[in-house]
């Protein structure tokens, strides 16, 4: 009965630090170009986080599937020291970078947790590496790159599309309120209703664009975890007792909530830094940031493919930053997300398998 619990802990812990790590990706631009402020950019994609994640119930069978059993061999056993390993690697390092600030990949980690947990359990035949490559490494390291490439196209033809919208001029306006509303810097001969006409269609689509990529990452994410209350309830001894009915759609709904309520403790940590500390966003480049990430993660969801939101989102800013060859003024924190990129794996991977280590040793 202990052993359950603590599993349904773990699961919930973890689905609460990916809503506080994760929640800054879908509406950072929103606050990086002054659409609007932080605290209401963190509601919506509080509330379009909850939507796509309750939307996994129809949608998300594929990646559910994949995080329950993809990546195991056929033979290898799952017991309760191997979710305890997995899922302590993967909340403790999200929870740990949340704090400091750090935008990583729950993706990333909870498929650390999996490979250190399995080599302690059954060593490297434990996993199914075909699996882990191919449906799991690979989109990962891919998808940031498609997302460079994606926003390049689309900042591309939307310098196209600009070329209606005001551009800023020395005394003109202030360069900041530009930024937030590059027509102010309208000409005269434009009538003052075809003004606000475009103001509200230009600021609809940031909005809307926030919310494809927070409801995106909703629908990818919430499975990934959800997989591993559905394996606790016929794995872990008591667990049947407590679930009784139990399935996989209340396992969604558990994790859902748990993410929402993640996302409105600690989602303005990490929105500092992809709003501010990448590249400035000005109003088209913000908007271009939003669809490439929306367009790749609600792509791969259906397919069954965990693509990380937080490298393609990070992908996509660095898309415009080295396109336009602008830097933010101060405190760039493009190699401490590198960094955080590059060390999640292993880290996950190595709690894990100490977390797995200790529990077979009492």
Request: hydrophobic share 55%.
């Amino acid at each position: 009965m202990l052993t359950a619990a603590a599993v349904f802990i773990l699961v919930m812990m973890l689905a609460w630090a990916n809503g506080a790590n994760d929640i800054a990706k879908g509406v950072a631009t929103l606050v990086g170009n002054g659409t609007t402020g932080a605290r209401r950019a963190v509601l919506w994609g509080t509330l379009w986080t909850l939507i796509g994640g309750l939307t996994a119930i129809i949608w998300g069978a594929a990646l559910l599937k994949t995080f329950s059993t993809g990546y195991l061999s056929p033979g290898f056993s799952v017991d309760t020291t191997f979710l305890v390993g997995t899922l302590a690697g993967a909340a403790c390092w999200v929870l740990a970078a949340t704090r400091l600030g750090l935008p990583v990949s729950t993706t990333h980690a909870l498929l650390g947790g999996i490979v250190g947990a399995a080599l302690v359990a059954a060593g490297p035949q434990a996993l199914h590496t075909a699996a882990v490559t191919n449906k799991a490494l690979l989109p990962l390291l891919l998808s940031p790159l498609i997302a460079v490439a994606l926003c390049v196209l689309l900042l591309l033809a939307a310098r196209v599309v600009a070329k209606k919208v005001p551009a800023w001029a020395p005394g003109c306006c202030d360069p900041q309120e530009w930024r937030k509303n590059p027509y102010v810097c309208a000409t005269p001969s434009r009538t003052r209703a075809e003004l606000a006409s475009a103001e509200r269609v230009w600021t609809a689509l940031h909005w809307l664009s926030g919310a494809a990529i927070s409801f995106a990452r909703g629908l990818n994410d919430v499975p990934k975890i959800a997989a591993f209350l559905v394996i606790a309830v016929v794995t872990v001894p008591g667990a049947e007792r407590i679930a009784g009915q139990f399935n996989a759609t209340w396992a969604i709904v558990a994790v859902a909530l748990a993410m929402a309520c993640g996302c409105l403790w600690g989602g303005f940590r990490i929105l500092n830094v992809l709003a501010h500390r990448v590249t400035p966003l000005d109003a088209s480049s913000g908007l271009v940031a939003n669809l490439a990430t929306s367009m790749l993660v609600l792509a791969a969801s259906p397919l069954g493919l965990p693509v990380s939101t937080t490298h393609v989102a990070a992908g996509s800013l660095m898309g415009i930053r080295w396109l336009q060859k602008t830097r933010p003024d101060h405190a760039d924190a493009l190699k401490m997300i590198l960094f955080g990129w590059i060390v999640t794996l292993p880290v996950a991977a190595a709690i894990a398998a100490l977390a797995s280590w200790s529990l077979n040793h009492i």
